[in-house]
């Protein structure tokens, strides 16, 4: 089976480098804003997919490790996708799109509700690639009033 590449999988490749991070955000309503710190390197696996490996830090936890894998799916017609981090239990699952003309990745998944424990919430993540060394992200969380909540703020720079 040979993969059917697409103007998306070129458009995820601009990712493929070394990064580094900074980001602030909160994890719930009257919760107080933090600031991390950290590098990101972007690979790819052939021409369809991107692995992100992330490592960085955090308040109360040492090294923090992420890996986000992303690729375009032809036949669904969406991004495909699933974060992890080492500072949680939870596998997130991603579906989005990529608007070409404005330069955004637009990725939705459901995880565990910062301000309710045990409940789960919809989570929103903006990706903006305004320049070829920089990425945008901003991430929202959908409230009970149905109402998306910005939470967090992360720009990338290309080392």
Same mark, same amino acid.
Request: glycine share 10%; proline share 4%.
């Given at each position: 089976?040979?993969?059917?590449?697409?103007?998306?999988?070129?458009?995820?490749?601009?990712?493929?480098?070394?990064?580094?991070?900074?980001?602030?955000?909160?994890?719930?309503?009257?919760? #107080?804003?933090?600031? $991390?710190?950290?590098?990101? =390197?972007?690979? +790819?696996? !052939?021409?369809?997919?991107l692995l992100c490996e992330g490592r960085g830090e955090m308040p109360e936890t040492d090294d923090t490790q992420t890996l986000m894998t992303l690729g375009?799916?032809?036949?669904?017609?969406?991004?495909?996708?699933?974060?992890?981090?080492?500072?949680?239990?939870?596998?997130?699952?991603?579906?989005? #799109?990529?608007?070409? $003309?404005?330069?955004?990745? =637009?990725?939705? +998944?459901? !995880?565990?509700?910062?301000?309710?424990?045990?409940?789960?919430?919809?989570?929103?993540?903006?990706?903006?690639?305004?320049?070829?060394?920089?990425?945008?992200?901003?991430?929202?969380v959908l409230g009970d009033d149905g109402v998306w909540r910005d939470m967090m703020?992360?720009?990338?720079?290309?080392?």
């Amino acid at each position: 089976m040979n993969a059917d590449m697409r103007k998306q999988h070129a458009w995820l490749m601009q990712w493929v480098g070394q990064w580094r991070y900074e980001f602030e955000g909160t994890c719930g309503p009257g919760a #107080e804003a933090q600031i $991390h710190r950290g590098t990101e =390197t972007v690979r +790819a696996l !052939g021409d369809a997919w991107l692995l992100c490996e992330g490592r960085g830090e955090m308040p109360e936890t040492d090294d923090t490790q992420t890996l986000m894998t992303l690729g375009y799916d032809p036949l669904q017609a969406c991004v495909v996708g699933s974060w992890i981090g080492s500072m949680m239990t939870h596998f997130w699952v991603y579906r989005g #799109e990529i608007d070409l $003309h404005a330069n955004r990745l =637009t990725l939705d +998944a459901e !995880g565990p509700s910062f301000s309710v424990p045990g409940r789960m919430a919809r989570y929103r993540d903006t990706i903006e690639l305004p320049a070829p060394d920089r990425r945008v992200l901003s991430a929202r969380v959908l409230g009970d009033d149905g109402v998306w909540r910005d939470m967090m703020r992360a720009e990338y720079h290309r080392v």
